[in-house]
């Protein structure tokens, strides 16, 4: 049975994407630095108790999650955190926050599992985002860990492609999660103006599911219409999410 491992796997994009998996028969392990809240459960699915930004505890947890496996088919660097807000009073915590989770986590994964997933032609598939595209006032920084791990995306592919690894790379666009239960901004009700975590999981599923010798390196998911509601604010801007 192939393996697949995602993180931030416990809510949201991330959750979706492991249950779809899931439903395509792949044996999943699930990180997350809380499962609490998640009711997901099958024989299929294993959730794993890890905090990316930790890097000695996420090398820790691969090491034997890759022990006891012995392969991995499907990498998905899914985690990600945001804060949102003028760059001049943005706490440098919050920064260092986002470089971890979305960038550093990112390539750390990546190359403890890389031998494995070269071994088994498999794919890292990246969660990144608009921002990572598209500039935005009061994202400088969110925005800059996003087109990191664009980046890190583009050249990873060139380097692995010959070992029939494939590398993939998500750009969802605002999309309808527990991500903005802090901010003082959400996506629109209108469903054309919001992703769900299902459509992005949809994106990933179409991706993995190629023919030998095709790659979707891209995929860019974004609503019909643009709706931002605005919330009352009650304190300094800013987004989470496992």
Partial sequence: MDVALVTGASSGIGLAIAARLVEMGYDVYGYAR?????????????????DVT???????????????????KILVNNAGVGFFGPHATMAPDRIERMVRTNLIAPMVLTRATLRHL?????????????????????????????????????????E?????????????DMTRTSFYDEADFEPGEDPGAHITPECVADAVA?????REGTVITQIVLRPQRTQV?????KGPPRMKKD
């Fill in 54 to 72: 930790d890097t000695r505890v996420l090398l820790d947890r691969t090491e034997e999650l890759l022990r006891s496996t012995g392969s991995l």
């Fill in 206 to 210: 179409q991706a993995v599911d190629q």
């Fill in 34 to 50: 809380d499962h609490e809240k998640s009711d997901f459960r099958h024989d299929r699915y294993t959730a794993v108790e890890c």
């Fill in 160 to 172: 692995v492609r010959k070992s029939g690894a494939r590398v993939v790379t998500l750009y969802p």
């Fill in 229 to 233: 509601a605005r919330k009352a604010r």
């Fill in 118 to 158: 070269e071994e088994s032609r498999g794919y890292v598939v990246n969660i990144a985002s608009t921002a990572a595209l598209i500039p935005g006032s009061f994202g400088a920084a969110y925005g800059a860990t996003k087109a990191g791990l664009h980046q890190f995306g583009q050249a990873l592919f060139s």
